[in-house]
């Protein structure tokens, strides 16, 4: 799995918009990028993934740009529970049974009143 | 959504006794699943890839013997930590992968603390 960069850590106020970058450039053709984050003492939580069209769920958005080396992920009101450390995964989505999860060291976000 | 059911979600054991962790997939098959180990302020590690049916997989550094990863069926895989002692507390993940989908998804994490 490609290797990502992301910055160590953030603050975002209350109710703004918060936007997590990571850097893939060396992402292939066949890897999706996946968000998880993880709330403290809690496992990983699935937030949306993509492979080169920006995506929209209940939780957030995902932007790539066109050359996939890069994406952003934006949580549009955050709220103080949103607080948590997020990790940007590049794997090839399905796969084979080997096809695990390999985590970086992720943003942790601190969402302030 | 797809649920990973972990047990016990927090433990506490005296140094030298064993303890099981289990890793439960409930509405889905999962021929695969993957153990994970936190410690605070860190990352996860992947500490083995259990397969149902066979072997687990072990990481480097990861004792086969010291963490026994048992898959038996295709909803449930078991991580025994052995002789535990103060060094092996730490917060334990596990991630299934659905058979039919590929989508991995995780537990809930158990801690372990050694005294």
């Given amino acids: 799995d490609a290797k990502t960069t992301q910055p160590t850590s953030m603050d975002c106020a209350e109710g703004r918009a918060a936007n997590l970058p990571c850097n893939h450039s060396t992402i292939s053709g066949n890897e999706y ?81 | 959504g797809a649920v990973v059911s972990q047990h016990p979600s927090r433990v506490i ?22 153990w994970y180990r936190q410690f605070p302020k860190q990352s996860l590690m992947l500490m083995a890839t259990s397969n149902e049916g066979s072997k687990a997989t072990y990481e480097q550094g990861v004792e086969k013997d010291k963490f026994l990863i048992n898959h038996a069926s295709l909803t449930l895989s078991t991580l025994t930590v052995t002789s535990a002692h103060p060094e092996d507390s730490s917060f334990y993940i596990c991630s299934a992968r659905d058979t039919n989908t590929g989508e991995l998804f995780f537990g809930e994490g158990s801690r372990l603390t050694v005294l």
């Fill in chain 1, 33 to 113: 990028v996946y968000w998880y984050r993880q709330i403290h003492s809690q496992g990983p939580q699935y937030i949306i993934h993509g492979l080169k069209n920006n995506e929209t769920n209940e939780m957030a958005s995902l932007i790539i740009t066109e050359d996939r080396k890069s994406s952003t992920l934006i949580l549009p009101h955050a709220t103080l529970r949103d607080t948590a450390v997020y990790y940007c995964i590049v794997r090839v989505a399905g796969g084979n049974a080997g096809n695990m999860l390999t985590f970086g060291g992720g943003t942790r976000l601190m969402v302030k009143p």
């Fill in chain 2, 13 to 34: 054991c005296k140094s030298g006794t064993s303890v099981k962790i289990e890793c439960r997939s409930l509405d889905f098959q999962a021929t695969t699943m993957f």
